[in-house]
């Protein structure tokens, strides 16, 4: 009896020594998690902007690097401050940003930091791998400027296909992972803090939530952003490669097929002038094999890590792609390009009250242009030169007089001279695939 006694002790003992590590884990999480504010630029309606934001963070390593939302802090950012849990306010810089994973890595200024004799803790991460549904998690960050709030909820998915076309800032993101479903409440201002366990462990980014129902809330899980965050760090950017294919799921579409389950994936279409083009893949297309690896698309779920496989390749190398079509099966081969936005580059020419984007590739190819020079117009001021002359927006600005506007950059030389000298000029630009010409006067 008394050795019973002992060993219930030991363990009332063990488990109340488990429950302050977990404790002193979370309280480190805590001291972590940042608020993050931002100033920045926007071209819009025709004249530069400065709006501000507020996002979340976690503080991942001893030297001050911050790991947040790509839709919380982006090369538009002019300035960006951190609110440490000591409620000290530092300043920040951008060190690199990934629209495609919707993630973003920050730099405390360590100099500051020093000067005002401040201090930070760095969180741990967990393995997102070993997640399952129904593990009660905990999302902490700033919603609506309310800093270091935490909710619970639990893990509702954790494998969710979540593509975004146009979700960060107008980029593209969520082609290349699936994503962590939670019910814990994840509001505006969110973005960017972490997921974490009830151990603290950083298991997932935060970083959206379905606007009108109730307990959607999603994050980048946190072996993608371990990834991500490390090769940002070093290269400030990822390069992938790009096909040009759109797969789909081939659930249910085997018998079309006559197919066995399992079985490959589906092209659902192909983006003209791209490198699947011109190798000849087709819609309806049944990719089996990539560089010899069978592919088995089946399930929604299935497709990110496919997609994900095929921008991890180095830009430029052969792709050979097993095909079925129809009854025959063909062997192609592809040359990978450098994937790039949708979202080119953009500016304001005030004078002018005219804002453009430069045409990208992929807006060309979408838009099924000749090619990618010009420049979009994003908006025109009532009143102003651009307004007065007719240009309006999604017109496709091609030439300035005589001169051929191919980049941005020639415009801006042109506008430059503008300045220096205001004369009119003799816009020719592109609407609903007819060229029109307007006269922009000082």
Known sequence: MRRLTITGLALFVLAGAAEAAMSRGFNRLLEAVVRIDVREITFEDGAQRFTGGIGSGVIISADGLILTNAHVASPSAVEISVTLASLERVSARLVGWDHWTDLAVLRLDLDEVRRRKLSFTSADFGDSSELYSGQTVYAVGTPYGLTRTLTRGIISNNNRPFEDKRGVNGYETGLFNTWLQTDAAINPGNSGGPLVTEEGKVIGINSRAYIGAEN????????????????????????????????????????????????????????????????????????????????????????????????????????????????????????????????????????????????SRAYARENQLTDDSGVIVLGVQPGYPAAEAGLARGDIITKVGSEPVRELDRLKAIYSNYEAKPEPQLIEAQRNRRISLYVIKP
Not at 219 to 245: C, M
Not at 270 to 293: H, K
Not at 312 to 333: A, I
């Open 216 to 359: 959607l809330g999603f994050a980048i899980p946190s072996n993608i952003a371990r990834r991500v965050s490390t090769e940002l760090v070093l290269h400030g950017t990822i390069t992938r490669s790009y096909l040009g294919l759109v797969p789909r799921e081939l659930q249910d579409l085997e018998k079309f097929y006559a197919l066995a389950v399992n079985t490959g994936m589906l092209v659902d279409g192909v983006d003209p002038g791209s490198p699947a083009a011109r190798a000849g893949l087709r819609p309806s297309d049944v990719v089996l094999t990539l560089n010899g690896q069978k592919l088995d698309g089946r399930f929604p779920e299935q497709l990110p890590p496919i997609q994900n496989a095929i921008a991890s390749l180095p830009v430029g190398s052969t792709v050979r792609l097993g095909v079925k079509r129809g009854g025959q099966t063909l062997e192609l081969s592809a040359v990978t390009e450098k994937l790039e936005s949708w979202v080119g580059a953009e500016w304001a020419f005030e004078k002018w009250g005219l804002s453009v984007r430069k045409v």
